[in-house]
């Protein structure tokens, strides 16, 4: 009986969390080109870590010399 009191209880909040999340559009996938994307949702780009910066490739120096 206990168990089933715990089972439904996680099931509640569950419920709950998810109602409670704050967003109404959670976005869908759209292919293009060879990729996908995801269009729309609740991901608000500053939120995102920024993306690590490229490596600089020095033209004119030979390839042992980059890094």
């Known amino acids: 009986m206990g168990a089933l009191a715990t089972a ?31 269009v729309g949702g609740c991901i608000d780009s500053r939120d995102l870590p920024p993306a690590p910066p490229a490596p600089a490739i020095h033209q004119g120096e030979p390839s042992f010399f980059q890094q």
């Open 8 to 38: 439904a209880a996680l099931a509640g909040v569950a419920v709950f969390s998810a109602s409670s999340a704050g967003c109404a559009n959670p976005g869908q996938y759209v292919q293009r080109d060879g990729y996908v994307e995801l």
